[in-house]
């Protein structure tokens, strides 16, 4: 049996003629259900494509804070505590100035 043969022995389709062929108002919903799929896609990626702040700005942002939370805020984003921070942190030494603070951070050691 051919394809011809075959394609003749089907029953015809019980749908109007209209709904057989896609014409511009079907491609214009399917175009709108691809905008709107676009448009969800990207609010449910938006967060995991931010920029990330660099661990020297977070380090930056704790200026605000005083001294002994500023060294616990170092600590946590640097996951452990310079050595030449700890006596501060635990009071043996007086805080070093802002500045040194952040060279210290920033070497991470």
Known sequence: ????????????????PTLQTAGWPEYLALFGLGLMLGAALALILAPMLAPRISRAERIRLTR???PQERLLAIA???GHLPAALRPAAYGAAPPP???RIE??????R
């Open 97 to 99: 100035s802002p500045a």
């Open 1 to 16: 049996m051919t394809p011809d043969e075959l394609m003749q022995g089907l029953a015809p389709s019980r749908l109007p």
């Open 103 to 108: 060279r210290i951070a920033r070497r991470g």
């Open 76 to 78: 946590r984003i640097l």
């Open 64 to 66: 605000h804070l005083p």
